[in-house]
């Protein structure tokens, strides 16, 4: 096989961006959290004071994003992922996107791109399709975590209720909604560490890999 695309989907904080980076360091290919791209649109139009349920200036913000310059660090902050959240369920926004997450995807010897839609819609023939999901419970569980490491106040309840209204918003939406792919590999975090996880993801990507050799 001359080209290694990976494409790994599944709800928020269920490991597949940790578990995604993994991979692509382990197979030497690039990497594109496409959720980034979503937040890099949203955080333009507030930066610009623009509105959040205007589609048409949406997507020419969309269209404009350059996916070299995206910044984790500036990216996660709460108030850019509610707003990317919104903008995703537009149509016009999805396509301008989909279409550079592509180009990303067709360049070169391959790539591991993690978000959404990755094996539904954006890279439908990769070699090698994950869905990576947990229980809301234990999701919920490992952003409280993560926020209380940072030294941070966070609220287990709120943030439970903020997983779930993502996962139906993300599930719910008409456009590209959030599903495993039919011929994607379901891989339950929910009692896994990412080392683990990687491992099984690893033992899985050979195997599927041999069987197309």
Same mark, same amino acid.
């Given at each position: 096989?001359?080209?290694?695309?990976?494409?790994?989907?599944?709800?928020?904080?269920?490991?597949?961006?940790?578990?995604?980076?993994?991979?692509?360091?382990?197979?030497?290919?690039? #990497?594109?959290?496409?959720?980034?791209? @979503?937040?890099?649109?949203?955080?333009?139009?507030?930066?610009?004071?623009?509105?959040?349920?205007?589609?048409?200036?949406?997507?020419?913000?969309?269209?404009?994003?350059?996916?070299?310059?995206?910044?984790?660090?500036?990216?996660?902050?709460?108030?850019?992922?509610?707003?990317?959240?919104?903008?995703?369920?537009?149509?016009?926004?999805?396509?301008?996107?989909?279409?550079?997450?592509?180009?990303?995807?067709?360049?070169?010897?391959?790539?591991?791109?993690?978000?959404?839609?990755?094996?539904?819609?954006?890279?439908?023939?990769?070699?090698?399709?994950? @869905?990576?999901?947990?229980?809301?419970?234990?999701?919920?569980?490992?952003? @409280?975590?993560?926020?209380?490491?940072?030294?941070?106040?966070?609220?287990?309840?709120?943030?439970?209720?903020?997983?779930?209204?993502?996962?139906?918003?993300?599930?719910?939406?008409?456009?590209?909604?959030?599903?495993?792919?039919?011929?994607? #590999?379901?891989?339950?975090?929910?009692?896994?560490?990412?080392?683990?996880?990687?491992?099984?993801?690893?033992? @899985?990507? #050979?195997?599927?890999?041999?069987?197309?050799?």
């Amino acid at each position: 096989m001359t080209k290694l695309v990976i494409a790994i989907d599944g709800p928020a904080a269920a490991g597949k961006g940790t578990l995604a980076r993994k991979l692509a360091e382990a197979f030497g290919l690039p #990497h594109l959290d496409t959720g980034l791209t @979503y937040r890099a649109t949203a955080k333009a139009l507030l930066d610009a004071g623009k509105p959040l349920d205007d589609e048409a200036v949406a997507a020419d913000m969309a269209a404009r994003i350059d996916l070299a310059g995206l910044d984790r660090n500036i990216l996660s902050a709460h108030q850019i992922g509610e707003a990317a959240s919104k903008i995703a369920a537009m149509p016009s926004v999805r396509r301008s996107l989909v279409e550079a997450q592509r180009r990303f995807a067709d360049n070169g010897d391959g790539a591991v791109l993690d978000g959404r839609d990755i094996g539904t819609v954006v890279c439908p023939d990769a070699a090698v399709k994950l @869905y990576v999901t947990a229980d809301a419970q234990v999701r919920a569980r490992r952003r @409280y975590d993560e926020i209380i490491a940072r030294g941070e106040a966070a609220d287990f309840s709120a943030i439970l209720a903020d997983v779930q209204r993502r996962d139906e918003r993300d599930m719910g939406r008409k456009d590209s909604p959030l599903r495993p792919a039919d011929d994607a #590999h379901l891989l339950d975090t929910s009692k896994m560490g990412i080392e683990a996880a990687f491992q099984a993801a690893i033992a @899985y990507i #050979h195997a599927r890999l041999d069987r197309n050799t």
